[in-house]
């Protein structure tokens, strides 16, 4: 009976890979054959022309980049620190059980929720403005529960006996984490790291409300400035300009940018951990 039920478990697993592998696929299909025309070294790199019906999409590229810098210059020494405390210094009692419950369901909040957040602490109590430097702070919000979960994991992982080792040779506590537990749990913290990032390049819901801009024809100059930025950037082609038969295959093609964006944010998480690793067992 035992191997009939685990034969069942099994079958659906497989199955439902399957499934997300053909939809997964299906929808990566659609978007590269309807895009792929488009795609020119013109598209990447020229300013949008003529309210976006002709053109690239430079600025968006750019934004998007410049944002996402913001996103984890804010987002990683907060959320790697408040790791390092919760996991190496803190002591397991409610309070911090309850900081780590907060920490698990706020980075299942809806994207939009933190948009309105960064609108109400960013741009109107802090008088910040809607531009890069609020976008920025908004998506570090969102990024920081992904940062700080990976982050605590990944030192979780380490044994015990290296911290336990360095304290017997003489070291300080934080000698300790600094030598013997950060290295080997640095591939984890970046790749978690990267992965939050390429998760918030994608969102449209936060920079909509704190700083991203319908139609900018030049680059963000300054972290005041508004900024044009990918996602928004489809999501107008696709659901709100004037001339949407007009525009779709620059929606397509501006998808397709967006989701090899997010491919490489993902590779370049994947090499980084390979690399680390490798150089880690070398070392060993």
């Not at 790749?191 to 991203?212: C, W």
Request: charged share 15%; proline share 5%; glycine share 10%.
């Amino acid at each position: 009976m035992k191997r009939f039920w685990s034969l069942i478990g099994r079958s659906y697993l497989v199955l439902c890979t399957l499934a997300a592998f053909v939809a997964l696929v299906f929808i990566l299909g659609i978007i590269t054959s309807r895009g792929w025309g488009v795609m020119s070294w013109e598209f990447l790199t020229a300013m949008p022309r003529k309210g976006m019906t002709e053109g690239g999409i430079y600025p968006a590229i750019a934004g998007t980049a410049f944002v996402s810098m913001l996103t984890l210059i804010f987002s990683l020494p907060l959320g790697v620190g408040a790791a390092i405390y919760l996991n190496e210094y803190a002591e397991d009692s409610k309070g911090t059980r309850l900081i780590r419950l907060a920490i698990r369901n706020l980075s299942g909040v809806p994207s939009v929720v933190y948009g309105l957040f960064g609108v109400v602490l960013f741009v109107t109590l802090m008088k910040l403005g809607t531009n890069l430097l609020s976008a920025g702070l908004t998506m570090g919000l969102l990024t920081l529960p992904w940062i700080i979960t990976a982050s605590e994991e990944a030192l979780r992982s380490v044994p015990r006996a290296y911290r336990d080792g360095a304290l017997a040779l003489g070291a300080t506590r934080w000698q300790a984490i600094r030598t013997a537990v950060l290295p080997p749990a640095m591939p984890g913290i970046l790749t978690g790291a990267i992965l939050g990032l390429s998760r918030a390049a994608g969102e449209t819901a936060p920079i909509l409300f704190t700083g991203a801009a319908f139609y900018l024809p030049y680059v963000p100059k300054s972290p005041t400035d508004q900024f044009m930025a990918l996602p928004y950037h489809l999501y107008i082609l696709a659901t709100q300009h004037q001339s949407i038969e007009k525009v779709r295959p620059l929606a397509y093609g501006t998808a397709l940018t967006l989701v090899g964006l997010v491919f490489i944010l993902n590779l370049g998480a994947f090499l980084i951990r390979y690399r680390m690793r490798r150089k880690l067992e070398k070392a060993r």
